[in-house]
C-alpha cells in the first residue's frame, strides 16, 4: 500500500471517529426553573389572590386583638377598684371573682388569637405549595417540549443547589440555555398585558 493510500484511509478513520464520537454525544439545554416560576403571569396572579387573603386574614385578628385589649382594660378596672379603700368589701370580692373569670377569659382570647395566625398563615402557606406543585408540571412539560423541538437529548435545571447545596449546573453556555424560549411560550397564553406589574408576596419559593 503506497503513502496516500495510507493517507487517505488515516483521513478516512479519523473522520468516522468524529462522526461517532459526535453521534455519542448527548445534546443538552438548561433552563431556569425557579426563574420562570417566580416570572409566570400565573404565579403573579395566584400571589394577588394570596395577598388579598392574607389582608383579610390580618383584620380579622386585629379584631381579634382589639378584643382583648377591651378585656385588658376591663381587668384593670376591676384591679383598682379593689384597691380603692372606698369600695366595699361585698363589692370586692365580686370584682375579685370577674377579675378571675376576665384572666381567663383573655388568656382564652391570646389563644384563639395564635391558633388563628397559625392556622392562617399554614393554610396559606399550603395553597400555595399546592398551586407551585400544578406549576411546576405545567412548566416542566412545556420546557421537554420546547426542549424536544430543539432536538436535545437533556435539559438540566440549573435554578437549584444540589444535595451537595452546591448548583446542580456549575457552568453552561448561554447558548444553551432556553429560559427565555419557555417564558416566550408561557406568555402566549398570557390574557393580560405584558407590561402588567408583578407583585410580591413573602410566601416563600
Known amino acids: 500500500m503506497n503513502k496516500s493510500a495510507k493517507i487517505l484511509i488515516a483521513l478516512l478513520v479519523l473522520s468516522l471517529t468524529g462522526l461517532f464520537a459526535q453521534a455519542q454525544s448527548p445534546r443538552i439545554l438548561t433552563v431556569d426553573m425557579v426563574k420562570v416560576m417566580n416570572e409566570h403571569y400565573k404565579t403573579q396572579e395566584q400571589k394577588s389572590k394570596l395577598q388579598v387573603d392574607a389582608e383579610k386574614a390580618s383584620a380579622e385578628a386585629e379584631n381579634i386583638l382589639k378584643e382583648r385589649n377591651v378585656m385588658v382594660e376591663e381587668y384593670k378596672e376591676l384591679v383598682e377598684q379593689d384597691k380603692n379603700p372606698m369600695t366595699t368589701e361585698a363589692v370586692k370580692q365580686n370584682n375579685r371573682a370577674a377579675a378571675e373569670q376576665k384572666i381567663q377569659a383573655i388568656q382564652q382570647k391570646n389563644n384563639d388569637l395564635q391558633s388563628f395566625n397559625t392556622n392562617t398563615q399554614n393554610l396559606l402557606r399550603q395553597r400555595f405549595q399546592n398551586f407551585k ?42 447558548s444553551m440555555d432556553i429560559t427565555a424560549e419557555v417564558q416566550a411560550e408561557i406568555n402566549k397564553s398570557n390574557p393580560a398585558s405584558s407590561d402588567s406589574p408583578q407583585i410580591t408576596v413573602p410566601m416563600g419559593k
Not at 149 to 156: E, F, H, K, M, W
Not at 158 to 170: A, D, F, M, N, R
Open 133 to 174: 406543585e400544578i406549576m411546576l408540571e405545567e412548566i416542566s412539560a412545556l420546557a421537554q417540549e420546547v426542549a424536544q423541538r430543539r432536538g436535545v437529548d437533556i435539559l438540566l435545571d440549573k435554578s437549584g443547589p444540589s444535595l451537595l447545596g452546591i448548583p446542580g449546573v456549575i457552568y453552561s453556555d448561554a
